[in-house]
C-alpha cells in the first residue's frame, strides 16, 4: 500500500505561485505513474499534471499549460507541482495520484491506484 499526503496548499493572490508536494510513504513510488487532479465546489474533478514513470515524459491540462510544472524527486520519494501565474479558476482542492499500471491513460482519473486526501488552493482576484 501508498499512503499519499499533499501539502503546500493555501490562500494566494491571482498572479502568484504556489508549489504543491505529494510526499509517499509505505513504499517507492520511482515506478509509479504520477499525476495531480483538482476538483472545484460543483464541479467534477478534473486532471491537471502527470508525469510517466519510466519516460519521464509529463503531460498537461491545456487550461495549465505553460503555469504548471509536474516534476518528481525519485529520493526524496516525493512529487511536486509547481503552480505559477495562478488565477481565481484554479482554485479548486488538488489531488495527487499514483499509478502503478503498465499501460495507463495519464490524464484518466480510473487510471490511478492511489489517492492522497487533497489540499485546497484558493486563488483571490
Known amino acids: 500500500q501508498v499512503q499519499l499526503v499533499e501539502s503546500g496548499g493555501g490562500l494566494v493572490q491571482a498572479g502568484g505561485s504556489l508549489r504543491l508536494s505529494c510526499a509517499a510513504a509505505g513504499r517507492t513510488i520511482s515506478n509509479y505513474h504520477m499525476g495531480w487532479f483538482r476538483q472545484a465546489p460543483g464541479k467534477e474533478r478534473e486532471f491537471v499534471a502527470a508525469?510517466?514513470?519510466?519516460?519521464?515524459?509529463?503531460r498537461y491540462a491545456d487550461s495549465v499549460k505553460g503555469r504548471f510544472t509536474i516534476s518528481r524527486d525519485n529520493a526524496k520519494n516525493t512529487v511536486y507541482l509547481q503552480m505559477n501565474i495562478l488565477n481565481p479558476e484554479d482554485t479548486a482542492v488538488y489531488y495527487c495520484?499514483?499509478?502503478?499500471?503498465?499501460?495507463?491513460?495519464?490524464?484518466?482519473?480510473?487510471?490511478?491506484?492511489?489517492w492522497g486526501q487533497g489540499t485546497q488552493v484558493t486563488v483571490t482576484a
Open positions: 508525469i510517466n514513470w519510466s519516460s519521464g515524459s509529463t
Open positions: 495520484a499514483g499509478s502503478i499500471k503498465v499501460s495507463v491513460v495519464l490524464g484518466r482519473a480510473s487510471s490511478y491506484d492511489y
